[in-house]
């Protein structure tokens, strides 16, 4: 006897960004601020990494705090009703709880509630990834409209001792509502992973090897030189395979917003697309500093509130980073 058939749920053909939402620090740390238990200076961290000032929070203010404004801002931008949205994704390695997750409660703020929400750690690529899920959950009928945040304090793992990665930190999160669309707004994701160089970027020690009194609070350390090699070769390899994805060209694109990780690496990205002098780079990092999940929709946020004519453009966008882990797409900026 074969079992009843199922049902099964279908949606929207395409889906698209809808609006954009910011929120950084509000402390500005400029790198003479930085640079004393380094033994560094402000030109040496401009000429490594292209910072300036990076945004910090305050001690009292949490990542969950961050993605909340953001993640209003960008529900307001939409014009959708909350009440529509279904489904929130928030990419982070910022929160200060196992359990719950930040999207249930950040769900919960913006009157989301009940959608569904979970939060996924994909460490600088987190953004993509979660873009990448909305956009397959809501074509698949399981979600109507979507809020997907990138929201990180990274200045609750730095060690200001730390040469390797400290100095890069900073706090923000940045969020987009994803929704039906006439038109494709989001391309297929070029995504994966390497595990065998987990080592190159993470925590230093675990939270056992903490509450043991084994090692310090863990934070945030990497292996400078070969992140930066496989960030610059391999990433160039999953940007040009994104571009074929989506079906263009890198002649058809008007913005490219990759993670804020390091001037330098975005620079030679750049390079080795052979972007045209008209497509708009992001460089947010100058003034933010790397905030790993949130670098790609507070570089999007302010291309758009700068350039607002890309408004309906192509914009390509990677994600890369601890894991190791990537993620690129293209999407049709809103």
């Given at each position: 006897m074969s079992a009843p058939r199922l049902n099964q749920t279908t949606g929207p053909k395409y889906t698209r960004i809808l609006a954009m939402g910011a929120a950084r620090g509000s402390i500005d740390v400029p790198n003479d601020d930085l640079v004393g238990p380094i033994n560094s200076s402000d030109e040496w961290i401009r000429q490594r990494t292209g910072i300036i000032t990076r945004k910090r929070a305050?001690?009292?203010?949490?990542?969950?705090?961050?993605?909340?404004?953001?993640?209003?801002?960008?529900?307001?931008a939409s014009g959708v009703d909350p009440?529509?949205?279904?489904?929130?994704?928030?990419?982070?390695?910022?929160?200060?709880?196992?359990?719950?997750?930040?999207?249930?409660?950040?769900a919960d703020r913006i009157g989301a509630n009940p959608a569904a929400a979970y939060d996924l750690n994909a460490?600088?690529?987190?953004?993509?990834?979660?873009?990448?899920?909305?956009?397959?959950?809501?074509?698949?009928?399981?979600?109507?409209?979507?809020?997907?945040?990138?929201?990180?304090?990274?200045?609750?793992?730095?060690?200001?001792?730390?040469?390797?990665?400290?100095?890069?930190?900073?706090?923000?999160?940045?969020?987009?509502?994803?929704?039906?669309?006439?038109?494709?707004?989001?391309?297929?994701?070029?995504?994966?992973?390497?595990?065998?160089?987990?080592?190159?970027?993470?925590?230093?020690?675990?939270?056992?090897?903490?509450?043991?009194?084994?090692?310090?609070?863990?934070?945030?350390?990497?292996?400078?030189?070969?992140?930066?090699?496989?960030?610059?070769?391999?990433?160039?390899?999953?940007?040009?395979?994104?571009?074929?994805?989506?079906?263009?060209t890198a002649d058809d694109l008007?913005?490219?917003?990759?993670?804020?990780?390091?001037?330098?690496?975005v620079d030679e990205l750049a390079k080795q697309l052979k972007l045209s002098k008209g497509v708009t780079i992001a460089r947010d990092i100058e003034t933010t500093g790397n905030t790993s999940a949130a670098s790609i929709p507070l570089a999007a946020?302010?291309?758009?509130?700068?350039?607002?004519?890309?408004?309906?453009?192509?914009?390509l966008q990677i994600g890369f980073g601890a894991g190791l882990v990537f993620g690129a797409q293209v999407v049709v900026l809103p």
């Open positions: 305050p001690h009292d203010v949490l990542a969950v705090d961050l993605a909340t404004d953001a993640a209003r801002e960008a529900v307001e009440a529509l949205i279904d489904l929130v994704l928030i990419a982070t390695i910022s929160n200060v709880q196992q359990t719950p997750s930040m999207s249930a409660v950040v460490a600088c690529a987190g953004y993509t990834y979660a873009i990448a899920q909305a956009d397959a959950l809501i074509r698949a009928g399981v979600a109507h409209y979507a809020v997907v945040v990138g929201a990180e304090k990274l200045s609750d793992v730095v060690d200001g001792t730390d040469r390797s990665i400290s100095f890069l930190l900073a706090d923000g999160a940045g969020a987009a509502v994803i929704g039906p669309s006439d038109e494709p707004g989001i391309s297929p994701t070029v995504w994966g992973s390497d595990g065998a160089k987990a080592d190159s970027v993470g925590m230093d020690h675990t939270l056992v090897e903490f509450r043991d009194g084994e090692a310090a609070w863990p934070t945030l350390r990497q292996d400078g030189p070969v992140v930066f090699r496989w960030a610059v070769w391999e990433m160039a390899k999953v940007a040009k395979q994104a571009i074929e994805a989506a079906g263009i008007s913005a490219f917003i990759p993670h804020q990780a390091n001037m330098r690496i946020h302010r291309l758009l509130t700068e350039h607002p004519e890309l408004s309906g453009t192509l914009a």
